[in-house]
């Protein structure tokens, strides 16, 4: 079973960044992916970044390509997303998720097996 714990949501305006991370309690091995989701209120979930553990292969969403920034850090099982030039189509409540048998799926929830509770990013004017 793995436990994801999400941090570092909070308030910020139109233009700043946030750091949103992720620790991974109770998985193994080297395999698997790690992505990051976000859902707006009346919206779906979406799919913000991914990151392969071994390789560190990461993806983005084209929303937020060349202003967000997803890593890890295989030691500490952590996954970071560094958030830059926020908008304000980027309030939403934010999502860790794991993949940990990761076959080549990152796009869609149904790829993930485990999730975070959530933490809420706001950007104001």
């Known amino acids: 079973q793995v436990r994801l714990v999400e941090s570092g949501g909070g308030l910020v305006q139109a233009g700043g960044s946030l750091k949103l991370s992720c620790a991974a309690s109770g998985r193994s091995g080297s395999s698997g992916a790690m992505g990051w989701f976000r859902q707006a209120p009346g919206k779906d979930r979406e799919f913000v970044a991914a990151?392969?553990?071994?390789?560190?292969?990461?993806f983005y969403a084209d929303a937020v390509t060349g202003r967000f920034t997803i890593s890890r850090d295989n030691a500490k099982n952590t996954v970071d997303l560094q958030m830059n030039s926020l908008k304000l189509e980027d309030t939403a409540v934010y999502y860790c998720?794991?993949?940990?048998?990761?076959?080549?799926?990152?796009?869609?929830?149904?790829?993930?097996?485990?999730w975070g509770q959530g933490t809420q990013v706001t950007v104001t004017v």
């Open positions: 990151i392969t553990w071994s390789a560190g292969t990461t």
């Open positions: 998720a794991s993949d940990p048998n990761y076959s080549g799926g990152l796009y869609w929830p149904t790829d993930y097996e485990y």
